[in-house]
């Protein structure tokens, strides 16, 4: 039985889909810890509700990056993580927490990397006059969004796309992508590259 550390920001709408995946389909794994750097985060209250341990660890209460990432590191080895999910995690993490955990670190990303890093990606995408959009689940490497790509989800940009509706329909693939990707991982269908 393996070990997923699930790491949220704010309502953990991705972690939902990847808990309620891993009860629908029987996983063979357990999500060990959901872990926060808020703690008004409202996805920690759902994690609860389903029996999942929380913890929280505030970033603003460390003086710099490298000390919330040792604190976050601690936490997380609580929990003897096989794989470590960033969800909606907004915390650039040091190269060293990375390198720990190198070949065992995810995240989703809302584009169709390498295109539109960074924040704002639905507004990056309307300003290009992009036709295609979409999120892309990959390797968390120390360059941000840039690890190698594991699998992506395709929407349409539609002419009367706002930055809101956009995002709507890219986050409904989200939480079809990032579950399917788990699960291929633990399969051992998809193979985390360092």
């Known amino acids: 039985m393996k070990n997923i550390v699930i790491l949220i920001s704010g309502r953990g709408s991705n972690m939902q889909a990847i808990v309620a995946a891993a009860q ?3 996983w063979p794994a357990r999500i060990a810890a959901v872990i926060s ?3 008004d985060a409202e996805g920690l209250e759902f994690a ?3 029996g999942i341990p ?3 660890v505030v970033s603003k209460n460390y003086p710099s990056r490298a000390e919330f990432d040792t604190a976050l590191q601690t936490q997380i080895e609580q ?4 794989l470590v999910v960033l969800a909606g995690f907004l915390r650039i993490l040091t190269s060293e927490f990375v390198q720990h955990y190198a070949g065992r670190m995810i995240n989703i990303h809302p584009s169709l990397l390498p295109n539109f890093t960074g924040l704002h990606t639905h507004r990056q995408a309307l300003q290009a006059g992009a036709l295609e959009h979409g999120a892309t689940v990959h390797v968390v490497t120390a360059e941000l969004d840039h690890g190698p790509i594991l699998d992506q989800a395709r929407v349409p940009v539609l002419p009367d796309d706002t930055e809101d509706s ?3 329909r890219v986050l409904a693939q989200e939480h079809i992508l990032y579950p399917r990707v788990i699960r291929q991982i633990l399969d051992g269908k998809l193979r985390l590259q360092k």
């Not at 929990?79 to 096989?82: A, L, R, V, W």
């Open 79 to 82: 929990f003897s993580p096989d």
């Open 37 to 39: 750097n808020r703690a």
């Open 48 to 50: 609860a509700q389903h």
């Open 166 to 168: 956009l995002a709507s």
């Open 54 to 56: 929380t913890a929280v």
């Open 24 to 26: 629908a389909q029987e």
